[in-house]
């Protein structure tokens, strides 16, 4: 909000981290200004290709409204037209986490608002010295610590090697994560993800058990749920946020129907430490 003049108490409101925190909660809560960030090919009514290795060039992320599904805007890399193609790892309150559509533990990270058309570029991190097999990022905003965080996890499969890095908004640095439980230390491997409320969930593959590992971002913990007995393939598993809380969407083989291309999906939600 800017103001030509205001008064002095108008001044000490609008300053105070009080009045950002309670607009904020008033706009989670009530899902003012929510859209929807969405992957798509610039031609809506194109039939895509998934086999097409020019698919990908073809595609926009954009915003439309949540509720009439409307195209609001879309969006180009902050960078830049040379810098077209980009993956999207989280957003929250507006901002959006980019970075390279195929992370590598070096690849550059910009926290970006395309409405105020401000970009944050988090130093690069000193923790991290050998080349890892596989990296996962994710962002989003942690309300316990009121902060906004980056998660990213790092590991070598033929080795064990395991590596976690958070960064944090408020403090502009990274910090090495040097404690990992037991379970973690086993080949292992690591396959979808989500962020909510400052916690990064993944499926990660035991083999033949399938997990859904947490790291709390603010306190530094992680947990274990395993998954139903039901899953058996992680390929056609998907890990999401729906009403607050953690599900996994489990796509069945296709199966006979009127309609053709349609499958069922299997919907688990997670509920007191069990699905």
């Known amino acids: 909000i800017r103001f030509l003049f205001t008064c002095k ?17 008033r706009n989670v809560t009530k899902h003012a200004h929510v859209s929807l960030l969405c992957l798509h090919h610039q031609s809506f ?15 926009q992320w954009s915003l439309f409204c949540d509720e009439t599904f409307v195209l609001c805007s879309k969006l180009s890399h902050p960078l830049g037209s040379t810098e077209q193609y980009y993956g999207i790892y989280g957003s929250s309150n507006g901002l959006v986490c980019i970075s390279d559509e195929i992370l590598n533990f070096d690849s550059p990270i ?3 608002n395309p409405s105020v058309r401000k970009l944050r570029t988090p130093p690069l991190s000193t923790n ?5 097999s596989h990296v996962a990022l994710q962002f989003g905003f942690h309300p316990g610590v009121n902060d906004y965080k980056v998660v990213r996890m790092l590991c070598v499969h033929k080795d064990n090697a395991f590596a976690v890095e958070v960064y944090s908004l408020s403090t502009d640095s990274w910090k090495m994560v040097e404690e ?24 990660i593959e035991k083999f033949p058990l399938f997990s859904i590992m947490s790291f ?12 139903p007995d039901a899953i058996s393939c992680w390929s056609r598993l998907y890990i999401e946020v729906y009403k607050d809380q953690i599900c996994l969407l489990y796509y069945l083989r296709l199966f006979h129907c009127e309609e053709e291309g349609m499958s069922q999906i299997e919907f688990w939600v997670l509920q007191e430490k069990r699905w």
């Open 216 to 227: 709390d971002s603010g306190s530094e913990k992680f947990k274990e749920f395993i998954a």
């Open 128 to 132: 991290i010295n050998i080349k890892f």
């Open 110 to 112: 910009y926290i970006w």
């Open 180 to 203: 990992h439980p037991l379970w973690l230390k086993c080949t292992w491997q690591n396959h979808r993800g989500t962020f909510y409320n400052g916690v990064a969930y993944h499926i």
């Open 45 to 59: 009514e194109c039939q895509v290709d998934p086999d097409d290795p020019y698919v990908g060039q073809e595609l």
């Open 9 to 25: 108490s108008w001044m000490d409101l609008i300053g105070s981290s009080s009045f950002v925190s309670t607009h904020l909660h």
